[in-house]
């Protein structure tokens, strides 16, 4: 029987075959890359597994690469040398989807730097959103909010308990039919792999597996906001001495490499007021399921700290975002200066933006709802253009536009 969960991905990877000679897909171990792949693949190689393809590496790589097309690469990284003989082969033959290229860590800058236009295309893979496990109706498309088109709808109802549960399980695709217990045990393992062993792979530095841990922690604690290395720092060193600085950046970077962790850029517009931007990252997972297992978040402790679990809820609508703009071509930023924060900006390459606060409790939207609407005032709308929708995203309820204009949409409605 196929259970394979069909994805967003799936469009993405199709549209950049037609258009590049290969696809490199990246993103986190296990968020389903190679089984992705695999559905639109004619042929593979296993590099992680294949003895014998590494082998032929050393003697005649063209053998590793032939094969029926798009043929897939999968793990490339652990034969790096691999890069510049697919470069040359699409060259050579001259014509598009050639090859599948699967990666669950990021290679050294140098080793991609060569790629030719149209040679190798890039492609992010997360792990599930909520409309792709099923947990959301996809009613409010994010596309359609980038173009004004808002409709309300009946209510979604998505319960505090089932929230705590989606966000330990995680969007993980090897998950789904695991109980929530099982979920979390492979995501305590999942990390305790990370600080062992994969981060000193990324580029063959050995880190101090201790070290790494408590960093991982001081991020989950830190999870969607703007956390200074120096904090994290103070974190790693424990009681004695903060860390050096330095150190922990490279961790990031490591961690960064790894697609374990992922920066939430800050979105720079021009205002009309004198308010001074902050462009400081947020910090997130990519997935808030690692958050929790960092320090040890059941659902039920999520639910006696619903200030943690309104982070973790922001960190899970940064994911499922991230996800939704890959299908319109846009991408998810947030907004702060010198005295208020918008948690989610979406911008698409044509220009087109929307605004989204995001509140866990629906007694918290009309602050929200003040601070989206304060935000517009500042800004050069001359120069930005109008938004899409001003919205505050809220963890159940029905699906309505304010008086002011401004609309509420529960995370269970929102699809791509």
Same mark, same amino acid.
């Given at each position: ?26 993103? !986190? ?31 005649? !790589? ?18 790096? $040398? ?44 997360? !792990? ?40 330990? $399980? ?7 039919? $695991? ?89 720079? !517009? ?147």
């Amino acid at each position: 029987m196929d259970n394979y969960t069909a994805r967003i991905a799936d469009t993405e990877l199709a549209e950049r075959l037609a258009a590049a000679g290969a696809v490199l897909i990246e993103g !986190p171990r296990a968020c389903g890359k190679t089984e992705t792949a695999r559905r639109i693949a004619a042929s593979s190689v296993l590099l992680d597994i294949d003895e014998n393809a590494r082998d032929a590496m050393s003697l005649d !790589p063209s053998l590793v690469l032939a094969g029926k097309t798009p043929r897939l690469i999968d793990e490339w990284q652990v034969e790096p $040398r691999i890069w510049n003989h697919i470069r040359r082969a699409v060259d050579q033959r001259g014509d598009s989807g050639q090859f599948i290229l699967t990666g669950s860590s990021a290679p050294a800058d140098d080793i991609t730097r060569h790629t030719g236009a149209g040679r190798i295309s890039r492609m992010r893979m997360r !792990p599930l959103s909520l409309w792709e496990m099923g947990a959301s109706n996809g009613k409010v498309s994010l596309n359609g909010l980038l173009r004004g088109e808002f409709d309300g709808n009946g209510p979604t109802d998505l319960p505090a308990g089932e929230l705590a549960e989606l966000i330990c $399980r995680g969007g993980w695709p090897g998950d789904l039919n $695991r109980s929530v217990k099982a979920c979390q045990i492979a995501r305590v393992d999942y990390l305790d792999e990370i600080r062992r062993v994969d981060i000193s792979r990324t580029d063959g530095v050995a880190r101090d597996p201790e070290n790494v841990g408590r960093l991982l922690r001081s991020i989950a604690r830190n999870v969607a906001t703007t956390v200074s290395a120096r904090t994290l720092a103070a974190d790693v060193g424990g009681e004695d001495q903060p860390a050096d600085q330095t150190t922990v950046r490279e961790y990031l970077t490591a961690l960064s490499r790894l697609m374990v962790t992922e920066e939430h850029s800050a979105w720079s !517009p021009r205002l009309r007021s004198r308010s001074i931007l902050r462009k400081s990252p947020k910090r997130h997972f990519t997935d808030p399921s690692l958050a929790a297992a960092a320090i040890g978040f059941t659902p039920n402790r999520l639910l006696k700290d619903l200030k943690y679990l309104g982070f973790l809820f922001e960190s899970m609508v940064f994911r499922d975002l991230s996800v939704y703009a890959r299908a319109c071509d846009a991408r998810v930023y947030h907004y702060q200066d010198n005295t208020l924060e918008i948690d989610m900006v979406v911008q698409n390459r044509a220009g087109d933006w929307c605004a989204l606060e995001v509140k866990l409790g629906t007694g918290q939207i009309d602050a929200a709802a003040n601070t989206l609407l304060k935000f517009r005032d500042r800004l050069d709308l001359g120069e930005v253009g109008e938004p899409g929708i001003l919205g505050v995203i809220t963890s159940s309820g029905y699906a309505y536009r304010r008086a002011d204009g401004v609309a509420v949409i529960p995370v269970g409605a929102i699809g791509p």
